[in-house]
């Protein structure tokens, strides 16, 4: 949805089984543009969505990853953001311990629009980081898709 001078917002929907709406929440940030690339249902119901901040299309600039947490009525439950120039949520999964993995890329400040580094943050389910990783080569790093196998390895 276009709200103003190019920037967008970001609507989360949730429906039931037959297709009907149970709720919708708007998340905006004033001057900017929403872009939510992943979302998940957790063990407890709750949705998890991550994405990222676009301060400039042109430029492809955002303003941080961000990881929304709401409850199964869409109440808002918690918001953190990874600050970073160039930073997007790819993809999120509830590990069995019940926290957060999170993936995604950021810009390297030493190169700036030029080198990014994948991601792995991990959050507890108050929204708590426990762990943050970066991984980085000569290049571009990006982590798109992750899974958890049976044998409780991320990969």
Known sequence: IEISEGLYEGIIIKYD?????????????????????????????????GGGIVTNYELNLTGGSIILKYNSNGDK?????????????RDIIENSLGNYIVIGHVEVPEKPYSDTNGYIYEYTPSGEVVRNTEFGGRYNEYFM??????DEDLE
């Open 77 to 89: 439950i918690w918001e953190r953001k990874i600050e970073n120039t160039f930073s997007r949520v």
């Open 17 to 49: 089984r037959n297709g009907i709406m149970q709720w919708y929440q708007i998340y905006e940030v004033p001057n900017t543009g929403v872009e939510l690339l992943s979302v998940m249902e957790d063990s407890n119901e709750n949705i998890i969505i």
């Open 145 to 150: 898709e992750i899974v958890q196998v049976e």
